[in-house]
């Protein structure tokens, strides 16, 4: 399994920004682990570009349609097409800014595969659902219902992002993440028998260059989806070395 690094830059980034792309490669040319930036849709092509090849480029949603009549959204074959081969899907701020369920992450992840993207589907308990005691009953119910059941570990990327460590410096403990962690091991196994073992599970919530390596070091960690602290070459960068490393 080759572990990936993720950088999720939602809605920031003009064409000014890509030579944080450019300082990023030439920081880090033949990383050990992938190495992944989803800009917002207007950047992807330019992105892809810039890139060349030496990172992977992807998209931060697309439609469960592959074309028709709507206004506003992105088919996951024009990300494909703009030169993205991952597309980000069900992140907390879809599922809470418009409304997208459990189903619509799953047909959407479809629509990924059907054009040849790899899907990272997120999953994540609020604050509320943590002090209540049900993250792993609210993540195993969110997991069964997002990832359809073609899903294998060349075509799905699981992300554990807890909604409430999302660009609040705040993560849960590091017992808490493998908690999750092998929970989702367990539950993909119980799916999906031996490839279970293949799926990258990322953690992604406040990483940073500082907390970076001891969360990477923890078992079922396969990688990170990094918000903030992907926006900057030096610190997606140093994010990059930690799980080189690990
Ligand atoms: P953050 O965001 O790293 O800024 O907390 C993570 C994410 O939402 O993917």
């Given at each position: ?18 030579p944080e ?5 030439a920081a880090?040319?033949?990383?050990a682990c ?8 207007t950047l992807v ?12 480029i992807?998209g931060q949603?697309?439609?469960p349609?592959a ?27 879809r599922?809470?800014?418009h ?5 619509l ?10 054009a040849?993207?790899?899907a990272?589907?997120c999953?994540?308990?609020t ?7 049900k993250?792993l009953?609210?993540?195993g119910t969110?997991?069964a ?10 075509n799905t ?8 460590a999302?660009?609040?410096?705040r993560?849960?403990t590091l ?8 929970d989702l091991?367990?539950?993909?196994t119980?799916?999906f028998g ?7 599970l990322?953690y992604g ?6 907390n ?6 923890l ?28």
């Amino acid at each position: 399994m080759r572990k990936l690094a993720a950088g999720n830059w939602k809605m920031n980034g003009l064409t000014a920004q890509l030579p944080e792309v450019t300082a990023l490669i030439a920081a880090h040319p033949a990383p050990a682990c992938e190495v992944l930036l989803c800009p917002p849709a207007t950047l992807v092509a330019a992105m892809a570009a810039t890139a060349a090849g030496r990172i992977a480029i992807g998209g931060q949603d697309c439609h469960p349609k592959a074309s028709g009549a709507h206004t506003g959204d992105i088919a996951a074959a024009m990300l494909k097409d703009a030169g993205a081969t991952y597309v980000i899907l069900g992140h907390s701020e879809r599922r809470a800014d418009h409304g997208e369920t459990d189903a619509l992450v799953r047909a959407k992840a479809e629509a990924a595969w059907a054009a040849g993207l790899t899907a990272i589907i997120c999953v994540g308990e609020t604050e509320a659902e943590r002090d209540a005691g049900k993250t792993l009953t609210v993540i195993g119910t969110q997991l069964a219902g997002s990832v359809p059941d073609g899903a294998t570990s060349a075509n799905t990327v699981i992300a554990y992002e807890p909604v409430w460590a999302i660009g609040t410096g705040r993560t849960p403990t590091l017992p808490e993440i493998a908690e999750v962690h092998a929970d989702l091991r367990a539950r993909l196994t119980a799916r999906f028998g031996a490839d279970a073992g293949g799926f990258r599970l990322l953690y992604g919530g406040s990483v940073k260059p500082s907390n970076a390596t001891e969360i990477f070091a923890l078992p079922n960690v396969d990688g990170a989806l990094v918000g903030g602290a992907s926006l900057k070459a030096s610190d997606f960068g140093a994010i990059v070395a930690a799980l080189s490393a690990a």
